[in-house]
């Protein structure tokens, strides 16, 4: 897994290159940029521990690259493969549901812009796309929970856990320790 993590790591340090060089159009700031990532302490401790953490900074950039392009040079490949890596990003991680609005409005913008009416059908390719990549865990939240539920099944667990002073910042503990009215929720 670390190895397949490292390789993943170097991917990621190409498309920052990559995605630097195209928004900058600077050869000299995407080698800067490529240079900063490489050694970035965080990108090579996440390398080594097994964690969501490296795929999904793959799957971000590769998102952002890949909506960048389209917003660039258009075509409905560009847009389909937005949509394939912001989707696949939310599957790995679900904040990346984000994604959804964010590039539609960025492609709205963008392509209105450049292509004129091309966005008519390029917004909804990539919403299109998003969904279906999207699709398989919301039918699995739907089967699991009888809830449509697009993104998070743990209903703001860490969030609580983070905030909540008797937890004193512990990722887990005991339910005897919750509050009474918590508890009667869970059950």
């Not at 990346?96 to 004129?116: Q, T």
């Not at 609580?160 to 320790?177: I, V």
Request: net charge positive.
């Amino acid at each position: 897994v670390q190895v397949i993590q490292a390789l993943m790591g170097v991917l990621t340090c190409y498309l920052i290159f990559a995605l630097t060089r195209a928004a900058m159009a600077r050869r000299d700031t995407a080698l800067a940029a490529l240079a900063m990532s490489a050694v970035y302490p965080h990108f090579i401790y996440y390398s080594r521990i097994l964690a969501t953490e490296v795929m999904f900074l793959l799957l971000t950039i590769g998102a952002f690259l890949a909506a960048y392009r389209a917003i660039e040079k258009g075509g409905m490949l560009r847009i389909a493969g937005a949509g394939v890596l912001g989707g696949l990003a939310t599957l790995c991680r679900p904040t990346a549901i984000f994604f959804l609005p964010l590039f539609a409005l960025l492609l709205y913008l963008g392509g209105r812009k450049l292509r004129a009416g091309a966005w008519r059908k390029e917004v909804p390719v990539y919403v299109v796309v998003f969904c279906v990549m999207m699709a398989p865990w919301v039918g699995r939240n739907y089967v699991t929970f009888n809830a449509f539920i697009p993104g998070f099944t743990s209903a703001g667990y860490n969030l609580f856990m983070g905030s909540y002073p008797p937890s004193h910042g512990r990722p887990n503990m005991d339910h005897k320790e919750f509050p009474p009215e918590l508890n009667r929720e869970l059950e």
